[in-house]
């Protein structure tokens, strides 16, 4: 399993860091967990195959998870040499298909008719879903942030990656993520301005101490929190694993059951 950062950042503009995405790639599968501003552009920069995108997943409904979604279709209805035949699996929280339906309103009928299958289904918080044909399993929890938002877990048979989408700290999160091979985490705050739904330093390391990834990817860091300063954040808060600061064009290989980041 090979997985970039996409987006690491959040709304607040910044030129080095996109709203939130993530590739990852197994078997000759493909999926993108969240398609935030910036997404698409940066999948086409870092010459990642978004043409045979295969499974997209939306944790929450917020723009900086879900601004590309939209122009996504519209680029794989009208900005390929060839037309697109083969089906795109669309999943997200329950609203998934009223957002679409408000997305095709806004934008125009691509949306839901993008001239190929496109296959929605939502998945409810404590879901599970499976895609036989490409061995790959999703697990979801529910998060402290929105009342459908969902924490994933992406089970393959090359690995496992966690990923918290937003959330404010939950203990059962430790238990869920339990055994990932990486984790990629949000870390929006610093502790002294904490919010109940999103994670700090604090909580976050609380949460990765008890998942004991082999490798947490922290991500989504708001001004003042510096996203290289968080490995010694999350140190000191308690967590005593490998952490990888998390920014746009990181690659992690996670196969044969260890973990590197690519050259």
């Not at 060839?82 to 609203?95: S, V």
């Not at 957002?99 to 691509?110: C, I, P, Q, T």
């Not at 599970?128 to 044909?133: F, I, L």
Request: proline share 9%.
């Amino acid at each position: 399993m090979k997985v970039w950062i996409v987006g690491s950042g959040t709304l607040i503009p910044n030129g080095q860091r996109g709203g939130a995405a993530h590739w990852v790639e197994e078997g000759g599968s493909s999926f993108l967990l969240d398609c935030g501003p910036g997404a698409l552009r940066t999948l086409a920069g870092l010459g990642l195959p978004w043409q045979n995108l295969g499974h997209l997943l939306l944790t929450h409904f917020h723009t900086d998870h879900v601004a590309d979604l939209a122009p996504l279709l519209f680029a794989l209805k009208n900005g390929l040499t060839q037309p697109r035949t083969e089906p795109l699996t669309l999943l997200g929280p329950p609203g998934l298909s009223r957002h679409m339906k408000a997305l095709s309103e806004a934008h125009g009928s691509f949306v839901i008719d993008p001239g190929f299958p496109l296959r929605v289904q939502e998945i409810p918080p404590g879901g599970d879903w499976t895609d036989p044909e490409k061995g790959i399993r999703i697990r979801t929890w529910p998060t402290r942030h929105t009342s459908q938002s969902l924490a994933v877990r992406l089970e393959t048979s090359e690995g496992t990656l966690g990923y918290t989408g937003d959330t404010g700290f939950l203990e059962e999160l430790g238990d869920f993520f339990e055994g990932c091979g990486a984790l990629i985490a949000e870390c929006s705050h610093p502790d002294e301005q904490e919010v109940d739904t999103h994670l700090s330093p604090r909580g976050l390391a609380a949460l990765a101490e008890k998942a004991s990834p082999d490798l947490l990817v922290p991500v989504h860091a708001y001004p003042p929190l510096e996203p290289k300063k968080l490995p010694e954040h999350l140190a000191a808060a308690g967590f005593s694993g490998r952490v990888l600061p998390g920014r746009d064009g990181l690659e992690l290989d996670l196969a044969g059951g260890k973990i590197r980041e690519a050259d």
